[in-house]
Protein backbone atom coordinates (compact mmCIF):
# COMPACT_ATOMS: atom_id res chain seq x y z
CA UNK A 1 0.00 0.00 0.00
CA UNK A 2 1.56 3.33 -1.12
CA UNK A 3 1.34 6.08 1.11
CA UNK A 4 -1.11 9.01 0.90
CA UNK A 5 1.23 11.62 -0.80
CA UNK A 6 3.53 8.98 -2.32
CA UNK A 7 4.73 10.29 -6.00
CA UNK A 8 4.34 13.64 -5.15
CA UNK A 9 7.08 16.57 -4.33
CA UNK A 10 6.78 17.45 -0.93
CA UNK A 11 6.97 21.56 -1.21
CA UNK A 12 8.88 23.93 2.05
CA UNK A 13 5.84 24.00 5.22
CA UNK A 14 3.66 21.76 2.91
CA UNK A 15 1.78 19.34 5.38
CA UNK A 16 1.68 15.73 5.22
CA UNK A 17 -1.65 15.77 7.34
CA UNK A 18 -4.88 18.05 6.06
CA UNK A 19 -8.18 18.08 6.71
CA UNK A 20 -8.88 15.86 3.47
CA UNK A 21 -6.56 13.52 4.69
CA UNK A 22 -7.69 12.99 7.73
CA UNK A 23 -10.10 9.78 8.75
CA UNK A 24 -13.77 11.24 7.06
CA UNK A 25 -15.10 9.60 10.21
CA UNK A 26 -13.53 11.85 12.54
CA UNK A 27 -14.12 14.88 10.62
CA UNK A 28 -17.99 13.68 10.47
CA UNK A 29 -17.82 13.32 14.17
CA UNK A 30 -19.75 16.62 16.17
CA UNK A 31 -19.99 17.24 20.14
CA UNK A 32 -22.24 20.47 19.88
CA UNK A 33 -21.27 20.30 24.38
CA UNK A 34 -17.84 21.65 22.96
CA UNK A 35 -18.74 23.11 20.00
CA UNK A 36 -18.67 26.73 18.26
CA UNK A 37 -20.84 28.48 21.34
CA UNK A 38 -18.14 27.20 24.07
CA UNK A 39 -15.10 27.83 21.69
CA UNK A 40 -16.74 31.45 21.82
CA UNK A 41 -16.75 31.53 25.14
CA UNK A 42 -13.33 30.57 25.79
CA UNK A 43 -11.94 33.44 23.34
CA UNK A 44 -14.38 35.75 25.58
CA UNK A 45 -13.01 34.71 28.35
CA UNK A 46 -9.75 34.81 27.69
CA UNK A 47 -10.44 38.82 26.04
CA UNK A 48 -11.68 39.57 29.86
CA UNK A 49 -8.66 37.90 31.46
CA UNK A 50 -6.36 40.11 29.12
CA UNK A 51 -8.56 43.46 29.34
CA UNK A 52 -9.69 43.58 25.50
CA UNK A 53 -13.04 43.65 24.41
CA UNK A 54 -15.82 45.51 25.31
CA UNK A 55 -18.23 43.61 26.97
CA UNK A 56 -21.36 44.37 29.37
CA UNK A 57 -20.05 41.72 32.10
CA UNK A 58 -17.10 40.73 33.57
CA UNK A 59 -16.74 36.77 33.77
CA UNK A 60 -18.76 34.12 31.67
CA UNK A 61 -21.31 31.38 33.14
CA UNK A 62 -20.17 28.67 32.14
CA UNK A 63 -24.05 26.32 31.92
CA UNK A 64 -23.36 24.50 28.70
CA UNK A 65 -22.06 21.44 30.86
CA UNK A 66 -22.27 19.03 33.48
CA UNK A 67 -18.99 20.13 35.13
CA UNK A 68 -20.08 21.14 39.23
CA UNK A 69 -16.50 21.44 40.42
CA UNK A 70 -15.56 24.41 37.55
CA UNK A 71 -18.83 26.33 39.65
CA UNK A 72 -17.88 26.06 42.35
CA UNK A 73 -19.45 23.04 43.98
CA UNK A 74 -17.20 21.91 46.64
CA UNK A 75 -15.57 18.57 47.08
CA UNK A 76 -16.89 16.37 49.48
CA UNK A 77 -14.06 16.11 52.07
CA UNK A 78 -13.91 12.20 52.65
CA UNK A 79 -13.43 11.97 48.89
CA UNK A 80 -10.36 13.93 49.36
CA UNK A 81 -9.33 13.33 52.88
CA UNK A 82 -8.83 9.26 51.11
CA UNK A 83 -7.26 10.78 47.87
CA UNK A 84 -4.53 12.86 49.45
CA UNK A 85 -3.59 9.81 51.52
CA UNK A 86 -3.45 7.52 48.83
CA UNK A 87 -1.27 9.56 46.71
CA UNK A 88 1.10 10.19 49.68
CA UNK A 89 1.00 7.22 51.79
CA UNK A 90 3.70 9.42 54.50
CA UNK A 91 0.88 10.97 55.54
CA UNK A 92 -1.19 8.16 57.14
CA UNK A 93 2.06 7.29 59.85
CA UNK A 94 2.79 11.16 60.04
CA UNK A 95 2.71 12.56 63.56
CA UNK A 96 0.22 15.39 62.91
CA UNK A 97 -2.29 12.61 60.58
CA UNK A 98 -4.71 12.68 63.35
CA UNK A 99 -5.44 15.75 64.23
CA UNK A 100 -6.20 16.46 60.26
CA UNK A 101 -7.80 13.16 59.36
CA UNK A 102 -10.67 11.40 61.00
CA UNK A 103 -9.61 7.51 61.86
CA UNK A 104 -12.06 6.27 59.58
CA UNK A 105 -10.49 8.14 56.48
CA UNK A 106 -7.30 7.08 57.61
CA UNK A 107 -8.09 3.47 58.23
CA UNK A 108 -9.95 3.50 54.51
CA UNK A 109 -6.44 4.67 52.87
CA UNK A 110 -4.77 2.20 54.81
CA UNK A 111 -6.94 -0.51 53.67
CA UNK A 112 -6.74 0.64 49.96
CA UNK A 113 -3.26 1.04 49.89
CA UNK A 114 -3.19 -2.65 51.22
CA UNK A 115 -5.05 -3.74 48.02
CA UNK A 116 -3.79 -1.28 45.26
CA UNK A 117 -0.04 -1.42 46.35
CA UNK A 118 0.81 1.91 44.76
CA UNK A 119 -1.46 4.07 42.55
CA UNK A 120 1.01 4.50 39.80
CA UNK A 121 1.11 1.09 39.28
CA UNK A 122 -1.26 -0.57 36.70
CA UNK A 123 -4.22 -2.42 38.45
CA UNK A 124 -6.19 -5.64 36.79
CA UNK A 125 -7.33 -3.93 33.39
CA UNK A 126 -10.91 -4.17 34.82
CA UNK A 127 -10.06 -2.74 37.88
CA UNK A 128 -9.04 -3.33 41.07
CA UNK A 129 -10.69 -6.85 41.86
CA UNK A 130 -11.36 -5.32 45.53
CA UNK A 131 -13.25 -2.19 44.66
CA UNK A 132 -15.06 -4.15 41.50
CA UNK A 133 -16.18 -6.51 44.64
CA UNK A 134 -17.45 -3.52 46.48
CA UNK A 135 -19.50 -2.48 43.10
CA UNK A 136 -21.25 -5.58 43.51
CA UNK A 137 -21.91 -5.33 46.95
CA UNK A 138 -23.21 -1.93 46.10
CA UNK A 139 -25.43 -3.13 43.09
CA UNK A 140 -26.97 -5.90 45.04
CA UNK A 141 -27.94 -3.28 47.31
CA UNK A 142 -29.60 -0.85 45.00
CA UNK A 143 -31.03 -3.85 43.13
CA UNK A 144 -31.70 -6.45 45.57
CA UNK A 145 -29.80 -9.48 43.68
CA UNK A 146 -26.77 -10.20 43.17
CA UNK A 147 -24.19 -9.04 40.98
CA UNK A 148 -20.63 -10.53 39.79
CA UNK A 149 -17.47 -8.55 40.16
CA UNK A 150 -16.04 -9.93 36.71
CA UNK A 151 -19.37 -8.60 35.23
CA UNK A 152 -18.17 -5.38 35.83
CA UNK A 153 -15.27 -3.19 34.08
CA UNK A 154 -14.13 0.09 35.44
CA UNK A 155 -13.80 2.88 32.97
CA UNK A 156 -12.13 6.07 32.91
CA UNK A 157 -15.01 7.96 33.09
CA UNK A 158 -18.43 6.33 31.73
CA UNK A 159 -17.77 7.98 28.46
CA UNK A 160 -15.01 5.97 27.67
CA UNK A 161 -17.24 2.63 28.52
CA UNK A 162 -20.34 4.08 26.09
CA UNK A 163 -17.35 4.10 23.44
CA UNK A 164 -15.91 0.83 24.20
CA UNK A 165 -19.26 -0.71 24.06
CA UNK A 166 -20.22 1.07 21.06
CA UNK A 167 -16.80 0.20 19.25
CA UNK A 168 -18.17 -3.49 19.96
CA UNK A 169 -21.20 -4.12 19.04
CA UNK A 170 -20.95 -1.99 15.68
CA UNK A 171 -19.80 -4.79 12.98
CA UNK A 172 -20.62 -3.08 9.68
CA UNK A 173 -21.38 0.09 8.21
CA UNK A 174 -24.68 -1.10 7.85
CA UNK A 175 -25.19 -1.37 11.84
CA UNK A 176 -27.08 1.57 13.90
CA UNK A 177 -28.39 2.18 17.41
CA UNK A 178 -31.59 3.56 19.00
CA UNK A 179 -30.53 6.83 20.34
CA UNK A 180 -33.10 8.65 22.10
CA UNK A 181 -33.95 12.44 20.87
CA UNK A 182 -32.82 15.13 22.50
CA UNK A 183 -29.59 12.84 23.11
CA UNK A 184 -26.71 13.57 24.75
CA UNK A 185 -23.64 14.05 21.98
CA UNK A 186 -21.47 11.62 22.77
CA UNK A 187 -23.69 9.01 21.11
CA UNK A 188 -23.96 10.52 17.40
CA UNK A 189 -20.28 11.24 17.62
CA UNK A 190 -19.12 7.50 19.00
CA UNK A 191 -21.69 6.39 16.50
CA UNK A 192 -19.64 8.63 13.57
CA UNK A 193 -16.25 7.47 14.88
CA UNK A 194 -17.47 4.35 13.88
CA UNK A 195 -19.24 5.28 10.92
CA UNK A 196 -22.25 3.65 12.10
CA UNK A 197 -26.07 4.76 11.87
CA UNK A 198 -27.44 6.74 14.75
CA UNK A 199 -31.29 5.82 14.46
CA UNK A 200 -33.20 8.24 16.76
CA UNK A 201 -36.45 7.62 18.21
CA UNK A 202 -38.21 10.55 20.00
CA UNK A 203 -39.07 11.07 23.28
CA UNK A 204 -42.66 12.82 24.28
CA UNK A 205 -41.64 16.53 25.83
CA UNK A 206 -45.67 17.32 26.02
CA UNK A 207 -45.28 14.02 28.27
CA UNK A 208 -42.61 14.71 30.66
CA UNK A 209 -39.87 13.32 27.76
CA UNK A 210 -41.60 10.03 28.27
CA UNK A 211 -41.24 7.03 25.69
CA UNK A 212 -43.69 5.70 23.13
CA UNK A 213 -43.44 2.04 22.49
CA UNK A 214 -45.71 2.63 19.44
CA UNK A 215 -43.35 4.61 17.92
CA UNK A 216 -40.14 2.95 18.47
CA UNK A 217 -41.69 0.00 16.40
CA UNK A 218 -42.26 2.59 13.61
CA UNK A 219 -38.77 4.03 14.14
CA UNK A 220 -36.56 0.26 14.10
CA UNK A 221 -39.15 -0.66 10.91
CA UNK A 222 -38.17 2.17 9.10
CA UNK A 223 -34.77 1.79 9.53
CA UNK A 224 -34.67 -1.74 8.84
CA UNK A 225 -36.54 -0.76 5.23
CA UNK A 226 -33.65 1.49 4.81
CA UNK A 227 -30.93 -1.28 5.01
CA UNK A 228 -29.91 -0.36 8.38
CA UNK A 229 -29.16 -3.19 10.94
CA UNK A 230 -30.27 -1.84 14.84
CA UNK A 231 -27.58 -3.76 17.01
CA UNK A 232 -28.69 -1.66 20.34
CA UNK A 233 -30.76 1.18 22.07
CA UNK A 234 -29.20 3.50 24.24
CA UNK A 235 -31.33 4.88 27.12
CA UNK A 236 -30.38 7.66 29.18
CA UNK A 237 -31.92 7.72 32.70
CA UNK A 238 -32.48 10.35 34.34
CA UNK A 239 -32.57 12.30 31.05
CA UNK A 240 -29.41 14.27 29.65
CA UNK A 241 -30.46 16.66 28.38
CA UNK A 242 -34.00 16.51 29.54
CA UNK A 243 -33.88 16.21 33.24
CA UNK A 244 -36.81 13.32 32.74
CA UNK A 245 -36.82 10.18 34.72
CA UNK A 246 -38.47 6.83 33.19
CA UNK A 247 -41.37 5.02 35.29
CA UNK A 248 -40.72 1.33 36.45
CA UNK A 249 -43.35 0.58 33.89
CA UNK A 250 -41.91 2.79 30.87
CA UNK A 251 -38.48 0.70 31.81
CA UNK A 252 -40.26 -2.72 31.39
CA UNK A 253 -41.60 -1.63 27.83
CA UNK A 254 -38.21 -1.05 26.63
CA UNK A 255 -37.19 -4.38 27.85
CA UNK A 256 -39.99 -6.31 26.53
CA UNK A 257 -39.51 -4.07 22.89
CA UNK A 258 -35.39 -4.89 23.30
CA UNK A 259 -36.52 -8.56 23.49
CA UNK A 260 -38.69 -8.57 20.67
CA UNK A 261 -36.35 -6.80 18.69
CA UNK A 262 -33.50 -8.77 19.93
CA UNK A 263 -31.18 -5.51 20.99
CA UNK A 264 -28.57 -4.81 23.46
CA UNK A 265 -29.89 -2.39 26.11
CA UNK A 266 -27.04 0.39 27.23
CA UNK A 267 -28.74 2.08 29.89
CA UNK A 268 -27.11 5.19 30.81
CA UNK A 269 -27.36 6.06 34.50
CA UNK A 270 -25.26 8.27 35.84
CA UNK A 271 -27.45 10.42 37.25
CA UNK A 272 -29.09 8.29 39.37
CA UNK A 273 -27.91 10.23 42.40
CA UNK A 274 -29.47 13.51 40.96
CA UNK A 275 -33.16 12.64 41.78
CA UNK A 276 -35.39 15.60 43.19
CA UNK A 277 -39.06 14.54 43.19
CA UNK A 278 -38.44 10.98 44.85
CA UNK A 279 -41.48 10.42 45.93
CA UNK A 280 -43.13 10.41 42.58
CA UNK A 281 -40.52 9.79 39.91
CA UNK A 282 -37.94 7.66 41.89
CA UNK A 283 -34.81 6.28 39.84
CA UNK A 284 -35.27 2.69 39.24
CA UNK A 285 -32.29 1.16 37.42
CA UNK A 286 -32.46 -0.94 33.96
CA UNK A 287 -31.08 -3.87 36.37
CA UNK A 288 -33.85 -3.80 39.07
CA UNK A 289 -36.59 -3.82 36.44
CA UNK A 290 -35.22 -6.57 34.19
CA UNK A 291 -34.67 -9.06 37.30
CA UNK A 292 -38.50 -8.51 38.59
CA UNK A 293 -39.78 -9.42 35.28
CA UNK A 294 -40.39 -12.97 34.28
CA UNK A 295 -38.53 -15.14 31.90
CA UNK A 296 -37.51 -15.26 28.87
CA UNK A 297 -37.14 -11.57 29.74
CA UNK A 298 -35.21 -11.86 33.01
CA UNK A 299 -32.77 -14.14 31.48
CA UNK A 300 -32.04 -13.20 27.87
CA UNK A 301 -31.77 -9.19 27.42
CA UNK A 302 -28.66 -8.02 27.39
CA UNK A 303 -27.70 -5.29 29.46
CA UNK A 304 -24.96 -2.59 30.00
CA UNK A 305 -25.39 -0.12 32.66
CA UNK A 306 -23.21 2.97 33.04
CA UNK A 307 -22.04 4.80 36.12
CA UNK A 308 -19.99 7.87 36.73
CA UNK A 309 -18.30 9.94 39.66
CA UNK A 310 -18.56 13.08 37.28
CA UNK A 311 -22.07 13.46 38.17
CA UNK A 312 -24.75 13.26 41.51
CA UNK A 313 -23.05 15.19 44.73
CA UNK A 314 -19.62 13.79 44.11
CA UNK A 315 -18.58 15.74 40.92
CA UNK A 316 -14.97 14.62 40.52
CA UNK A 317 -15.14 14.70 36.52
CA UNK A 318 -11.83 15.54 36.09
CA UNK A 319 -10.20 12.09 38.31
CA UNK A 320 -12.36 9.76 35.03
CA UNK A 321 -13.90 7.35 37.23
CA UNK A 322 -16.53 5.10 36.31
CA UNK A 323 -17.45 1.63 35.72
CA UNK A 324 -20.41 -0.71 33.28
CA UNK A 325 -21.46 -3.82 34.16
CA UNK A 326 -23.00 -6.16 31.82
CA UNK A 327 -25.87 -8.70 32.25
CA UNK A 328 -26.74 -11.95 30.44
CA UNK A 329 -24.16 -11.54 28.64
CA UNK A 330 -22.26 -14.92 26.43
CA UNK A 331 -19.13 -15.83 27.60
CA UNK A 332 -17.14 -15.52 24.79
CA UNK A 333 -18.32 -11.96 24.10
CA UNK A 334 -17.24 -11.26 27.55
CA UNK A 335 -13.86 -12.59 26.83
CA UNK A 336 -13.81 -9.78 24.03
CA UNK A 337 -15.08 -6.97 26.32
CA UNK A 338 -12.22 -7.68 28.38
CA UNK A 339 -9.46 -8.07 25.83
CA UNK A 340 -10.90 -4.76 24.62
CA UNK A 341 -10.42 -3.23 28.25
CA UNK A 342 -6.87 -4.85 27.82
CA UNK A 343 -5.73 -2.90 25.22
CA UNK A 344 -5.91 0.15 26.88
CA UNK A 345 -4.14 -1.33 30.21
CA UNK A 346 -6.06 -0.02 33.04
CA UNK A 347 -8.27 3.30 34.03
CA UNK A 348 -6.38 5.13 36.42
CA UNK A 349 -6.39 4.73 39.45
CA UNK A 350 -7.62 7.95 41.01
CA UNK A 351 -10.68 7.31 39.01
CA UNK A 352 -11.17 3.66 40.46
CA UNK A 353 -10.44 4.80 43.81
CA UNK A 354 -13.35 7.58 43.32
CA UNK A 355 -15.98 5.12 42.23
CA UNK A 356 -14.93 2.91 45.60
CA UNK A 357 -15.61 6.28 48.13
CA UNK A 358 -18.75 7.57 46.00
CA UNK A 359 -20.34 3.98 46.48
CA UNK A 360 -18.90 3.04 49.98
CA UNK A 361 -19.29 6.28 51.98
CA UNK A 362 -18.72 6.64 55.73
CA UNK A 363 -20.16 4.31 58.13
CA UNK A 364 -22.63 5.98 60.08
CA UNK A 365 -22.20 6.75 63.30
CA UNK A 366 -18.77 7.19 62.60
CA UNK A 367 -16.31 10.09 62.64
CA UNK A 368 -16.63 11.05 59.12
CA UNK A 369 -20.59 10.01 58.66
CA UNK A 370 -21.85 13.58 59.65
CA UNK A 371 -20.22 15.84 57.60
CA UNK A 372 -20.34 13.60 54.68
CA UNK A 373 -24.31 13.51 55.20
CA UNK A 374 -24.37 17.34 55.31
CA UNK A 375 -22.30 18.28 52.51
CA UNK A 376 -24.01 15.80 50.34
CA UNK A 377 -27.73 17.03 50.95
CA UNK A 378 -26.65 20.37 50.89
CA UNK A 379 -25.59 19.82 47.61
CA UNK A 380 -28.44 18.23 46.40
CA UNK A 381 -30.79 20.33 47.85
CA UNK A 382 -28.84 23.71 46.23
CA UNK A 383 -29.25 22.09 42.79
CA UNK A 384 -32.63 21.42 43.10
CA UNK A 385 -33.17 24.95 44.99
CA UNK A 386 -31.37 26.66 41.61
CA UNK A 387 -33.74 24.06 39.42
CA UNK A 388 -36.63 25.48 40.51
CA UNK A 389 -35.70 29.53 40.41
CA UNK A 390 -35.06 29.02 37.10
CA UNK A 391 -37.89 27.18 36.07
CA UNK A 392 -40.08 29.64 37.55
CA UNK A 393 -38.23 32.39 35.75
CA UNK A 394 -38.23 30.91 32.31
CA UNK A 395 -41.89 30.45 32.74
CA UNK A 396 -42.26 34.08 32.93
CA UNK A 397 -41.30 34.85 30.15
CA UNK A 398 -43.05 35.05 27.17
CA UNK A 399 -42.10 32.56 24.05
CA UNK A 400 -40.33 29.98 26.86
CA UNK A 401 -41.91 26.80 27.88
CA UNK A 402 -40.15 24.64 30.28
CA UNK A 403 -40.54 20.80 32.07
CA UNK A 404 -38.76 20.65 35.98
CA UNK A 405 -36.02 18.43 36.24
CA UNK A 406 -37.19 15.62 37.86
CA UNK A 407 -33.39 14.29 37.86
CA UNK A 408 -29.90 15.15 36.14
CA UNK A 409 -28.40 18.99 36.15
CA UNK A 410 -30.42 19.98 33.47
CA UNK A 411 -33.48 21.88 32.62
CA UNK A 412 -34.19 22.28 28.47
CA UNK A 413 -36.18 25.05 27.53
CA UNK A 414 -38.53 25.58 24.38
CA UNK A 415 -37.93 28.43 22.51
CA UNK A 416 -40.64 30.03 20.23
CA UNK A 417 -38.37 32.72 18.15
CA UNK A 418 -40.16 35.31 15.97
CA UNK A 419 -39.92 34.52 12.19
CA UNK A 420 -37.47 37.43 11.43
CA UNK A 421 -35.07 35.72 14.00
CA UNK A 422 -35.80 32.38 12.04
CA UNK A 423 -34.48 33.92 8.66
CA UNK A 424 -31.73 36.07 10.25
CA UNK A 425 -30.02 32.50 11.41
CA UNK A 426 -31.24 31.23 8.08
CA UNK A 427 -29.17 33.88 6.51
CA UNK A 428 -26.21 32.87 8.48
CA UNK A 429 -26.17 29.45 8.14
CA UNK A 430 -27.20 28.59 11.73
CA UNK A 431 -30.33 27.08 13.36
CA UNK A 432 -32.18 29.68 15.06
CA UNK A 433 -31.51 28.16 18.28
CA UNK A 434 -27.73 28.85 17.36
CA UNK A 435 -28.57 32.06 16.78
CA UNK A 436 -29.96 32.90 20.34
CA UNK A 437 -27.35 30.84 22.59
CA UNK A 438 -24.73 33.02 20.35
CA UNK A 439 -26.17 36.00 21.19
CA UNK A 440 -26.60 35.39 24.49
CA UNK A 441 -23.27 34.38 24.99
CA UNK A 442 -22.09 37.90 23.23
CA UNK A 443 -24.17 40.27 25.46
CA UNK A 444 -24.56 38.42 28.64
CA UNK A 445 -21.25 36.17 29.60
CA UNK A 446 -24.02 33.46 29.68
CA UNK A 447 -22.74 30.07 27.67
CA UNK A 448 -25.22 27.35 27.01
CA UNK A 449 -26.01 24.41 24.48
CA UNK A 450 -28.69 25.06 21.68
CA UNK A 451 -31.33 22.52 21.19
CA UNK A 452 -29.70 21.85 17.98
CA UNK A 453 -26.96 20.54 19.27
CA UNK A 454 -29.25 17.88 20.86
CA UNK A 455 -31.85 16.65 17.84
CA UNK A 456 -34.98 17.95 18.22
CA UNK A 457 -38.47 17.22 16.71
CA UNK A 458 -38.77 19.36 13.65
CA UNK A 459 -40.20 23.08 14.20
CA UNK A 460 -39.04 22.69 17.71
CA UNK A 461 -36.48 24.85 19.43
CA UNK A 462 -34.47 24.60 22.21
CA UNK A 463 -31.25 25.17 24.48
CA UNK A 464 -29.97 23.17 27.50
CA UNK A 465 -28.57 25.01 30.46
CA UNK A 466 -27.37 23.81 33.72
CA UNK A 467 -28.46 24.89 37.13
CA UNK A 468 -25.24 24.10 38.44
CA UNK A 469 -23.81 27.88 38.39
CA UNK A 470 -23.93 29.92 41.70
CA UNK A 471 -25.52 33.19 41.48
CA UNK A 472 -28.85 32.00 40.33
CA UNK A 473 -30.43 35.65 40.60
CA UNK A 474 -28.00 37.08 38.66
CA UNK A 475 -27.85 34.86 36.11
CA UNK A 476 -32.04 35.14 35.90
CA UNK A 477 -31.69 39.22 35.70
CA UNK A 478 -28.88 38.73 32.93
CA UNK A 479 -30.87 36.08 30.76
CA UNK A 480 -34.40 38.29 31.36
CA UNK A 481 -33.33 41.16 29.88
CA UNK A 482 -31.15 39.52 27.17
CA UNK A 483 -34.62 37.66 26.48
CA UNK A 484 -36.92 40.97 26.24
CA UNK A 485 -34.36 42.75 24.00
CA UNK A 486 -33.83 39.94 21.35
CA UNK A 487 -38.02 38.93 21.39
CA UNK A 488 -38.50 42.97 21.17
CA UNK A 489 -35.61 42.89 18.55
CA UNK A 490 -36.66 40.45 15.98
CA UNK A 491 -40.65 41.04 16.46
Not at 166 to 188: E, F, H, M
Not at 426 to 454: H, N, W
Request: charged content about 25%.
Amino acid sequence: MQAHNAGKKREEGQPSLTIRSLNPAVVKAEYAVRGEIPIRSEEIRNDLAEGRGNYKFEEVVTCNIGNPQQLGQKPITWIRQIASLVEYPELIDHPLAKEIYPEDALEKARSLLQEIGNVGAYSHSKGVPAIRRRIAAFLERRDGVPADPEDIFLTTGASTGVADMLRLLIASPSDGVLIPIPQYPLYTASLALNSAHAIPYYLNEADDWSLDIASLSKTISQARSMGVTPKAMAVINPGNPTGSSLSEANIKEIIKFCFHENLVILADEVYQNNIYEPDTKPFCSFKRALSTMEAPYRNTVELVSFHSISKGQTGECGRRGGYFEIVNFDSEVKDQIYKVASISLCPPLSGQIGVDLMLNPPVEGGPSYKLWKEEVAGIHETLHDRSQKLLAAFRQLDGIECNPAEGAMYLFPTIKLPQKAVEKARQMGKPADALYCLRLLEETGICVVPGSGFGQADGTLHFRTTFLAPGTEDYVRRFKEFHENFMTEFA
